[in-house]
């Protein structure tokens, strides 16, 4: 079955970095467009940052563009987030995301607090 475990969140004052990463098992890990979302207390959960599964290409929330970079490891089935210049409003639970037959697949979370 699909599983994705993140790891790598952490408390971190605002302008410091944290990376993020996923651990992919359960499906075709190099086929699929792979996501991390972030959800803040008591707001929708957003799309912060997303790659392609071919040529790596990527796409970012407005909120993250010259912040956050996306990567993925095929050969280990693992995707990234490194986080720069976090800011207090990059607080939320962030999560690991795969769209596979129409189905949302979804990792436990892991808590990023920024303190300001």
């Known amino acids: 079955q699909v599983q994705l475990v993140e790891s790598g969140g952490g408390l971190v004052q605002a302008g410091g970095s944290l990376r993020l990463s996923c651990a992919a098992s359960?499906?075709?890990?190099?086929?699929?467009?792979m996501s991390w979302y972030r959800q803040a207390p008591g707001k929708e959960r957003e799309l912060v940052a997303a790659i392609g599964s071919t040529r790596g290409n990527t796409n970012y929330a407005d909120s993250v563009k010259g912040r956050f970079t996306i990567s993925r490891d095929n050969a280990k089935s693992t995707v990234s987030l490194q986080m720069n210049s976090l800011k207090p409003e990059d607080t939320a639970v962030y999560y690991c995301n795969v769209r596979r037959l129409s189905i949302a697949y979804w990792g436990q979370g892991t808590q990023v607090t920024v303190s300001s």
């Open positions: 359960g499906f075709t890990f190099s086929s699929y467009v």
